[in-house]
C-alpha cells in the first residue's frame, strides 16, 4: 500500500483538516492546526507530504523519526502541529486496514470511557455561575473556565476579587463534589499567580492550568511552594524534550499535551508514558475539532494516567460550526454522566462527513487570536 495523494481543507470556525488517500482506498484523516496560524500549519504539511507521497503509510514510526529527525531544525509550534495532523492520518489508515481501533494498535484499551469536562467562559469571563448550572444540567461534573481577564505583573486586588467572587459562584451553585479547573492561561505574571493561587485554595479547584507560561520554570517552582492546587501545564508544549525538563523538576501535577501540536498519537503516547514514570496525571488540551478529540480519546485508552478529557462542545471560539457538524455520526461523541466512551470503530473511530468538509472549506477561515494591551498601552498576554 502506497499513499497517492493528500489534500488539506481549511474549515470554521478555526480548523484545519488533512485527508490522506492510498492506492488501496483507504483513507486517513488528522487536524494537524494551530489556533490562528492555519494558513502557516498548511504550508507546512505541504512541505512534509513532499516526502510522504508514494511511501507506505503503515510505517508511522519511521515516518515520525524521518519528519523530525531528518530536519536540521526542529521541533516548535509549527512543525510539530505539521507532524501532528499527519500522524493522525497515518494511524487512521493503519487501524482501518486491520479493521481495528488505534488503541487496539497500542497494546489494547485499559478503560472503557473518560470523564469529560465543558468550558464555560470566554475570554473574558462573565456570568460563569449560570453556564456551569448549565453545563451541570446537561450532565457534566466538571468545568474549565477562564480565570480572568489580563493581569499586569503587579495589578489591582480589585482583579483578584473578582476572579474568587466568579469562582466563589460557581462553586455554591454547583456543589462541594464539582470539578472546577481554573484556566490562567499564562495572563498571569509570577507576582500576581502566587496571589491568585493562594487565594483559590478555599475553593479546591481541580486544578490551575498554567498558572505562569510554560517557559518560566523557575516561577513554576516558586506557585507550586504557595499552593496545594494540583498545577496542569503544557498545552505549550511540543515534545518530549519539552517536558523533560519540567518532570524532571517535579512542579507540576497534571500535564496537558495537544494532540495537534505535540506530534501527534505517536509523540503524546510517549509523553503520557514518561509523565506516568512521575507520577503525573494526563488530561489532553483540546479546545479544537472532531479528529483532535478522537485522536485524545485513542490516547486516553492507552494511558493509566488519564483523568480527564477536553472537548469543545459549545466552547466561545466555535462560531459557525461546532464539534459535531462534520461527523455523519454525531452520536460518537454522547456524553454520558460527565462521561464519553472511547470509540471502538476502525481506525479513529469516526466518519468525516466529507460533503460538509468541502461545502465549510469553501468559506473557510482567517480566525486570529485578540490582541490586548493594557491600560499604558503595552501589550497584555492573551
Known amino acids: 500500500m502506497k499513499i497517492k495523494s493528500y489534500e488539506l481543507f481549511q474549515v470554521p470556525p478555526r480548523w484545519l483538516f ?15 492546526i494551530i489556533e490562528g496560524r492555519a494558513s502557516t500549519v498548511k504550508a507546512c504539511v505541504d512541505e512534509l507530504m513532499e516526502y510522504l507521497v508514494g511511501k507506505n503509510p503503515m ?6 523519526n524521518m519528519l523530525y529527525r531528518s530536519g536540521f531544525y526542529r521541533g516548535g509550534p509549527i512543525l510539530m502541529s505539521a507532524i501532528a495532523g499527519i500522524d493522525q492520518a497515518l494511524w487512521d489508515i493503519k487501524g482501518k486496514f486491520y479493521g481495528a ?10 478503560r472503557d470511557k473518560i470523564r469529560v469536562y465543558s468550558w464555560i467562559g470566554g475570554d473574558r469571563p462573565s456570568e460563569v455561575e449560570k453556564a456551569a448550572v448549565e453545563a451541570a444540567k446537561a450532565g457534566f461534573t ?13 495589578d489591582s486586588y480589585k482583579k483578584i476579587d473578582e476572579v474568587l467572587e466568579r469562582i466563589a459562584a460557581v462553586r455554591s451553585a454547583c456543589g462541594s463534589d464539582f470539578g472546577i479547573g481554573i484556566d490562567f492561561h499564562g495572563r498571569v505574571h509570577r507576582p500576581m499567580a502566587k496571589v ?14 498554567e498558572p505562569v507560561l510554560s517557559e518560566n520554570l523557575e516561577a513554576l517552582r516558586e506557585i507550586a511552594r504557595h499552593t496545594t492546587i494540583p498545577i496542569a501545564t503544557g498545552e505549550r508544549m511540543y515534545s518530549r524534550w519539552d517536558f523533560k525538563p519540567l ?19 505517536t ?17 489532553p488540551h483540546c479546545p479544537l475539532g472532531p479528529i483532535a478529540l478522537v485522536a485524545c480519546l485513542q490516547v486516553d485508552a492507552t494511558s493509566h494516567n488519564a483523568f480527564i478529557q477536553e472537548q469543545s462542545l459549545g466552547i466561545h471560539y466555535n462560531q459557525g460550526s461546532d464539534l459535531l457538524d462534520y461527523l455523519l455520526d454525531p452520536d460518537m461523541f454522547d456524553y454520558k454522566e460527565g462521561y464519553v466512551t472511547i470509540p471502538d470503530g476502525p481506525g479513529l ?12 472549506a469553501e468559506i473557510g477561515h482567517n480566525w486570529r487570536n485578540p490582541v490586548w494591551r493594557h491600560e499604558d498601552g503595552s501589550i497584555a498576554e492573551w
Not at 247 to 265: E, F, K, M, N, T
Request: aromatic share 8%; charged share 25%; with cysteine.
Open 196 to 209: 491568585l493561587a493562594k487565594e483559590l485554595e478555599q475553593f479546591r479547584p481541580m486544578f490551575i492550568e
Open 142 to 154: 466538571a468545568v474549565k473556565m477562564n480565570g480572568t481577564e489580563e493581569l499586569q505583573y503587579i
Open 59 to 64: 510505517q508511522i514510526e519511521d515516518h515520525w
Open 101 to 110: 481501533p488505534v488503541y487496539d494498535l497500542m497494546g489494547g484499551a485499559c
Open 18 to 32: 488533512l485527508k490522506i488517500e492510498t492506492d488501496e482506498g483507504i483513507t486517513g484523516w488528522g487536524e494537524p
Open 349 to 360: 473511530g469516526i466518519e468525516i462527513d466529507e460533503e460538509v468538509v468541502r461545502q465549510q
Open 247 to 265: 518532570l524532571q523538576a517535579g512542579y507540576v501535577d497534571i500535564i496537558q499535551p495537544d494532540l495537534s501540536h505535540a506530534g501527534g498519537i
Open 267 to 283: 509523540e503524546v503516547k510517549k509523553i503520557a508514558s514518561m509523565a506516568e514514570a512521575y507520577d503525573v496525571g494526563l488530561a
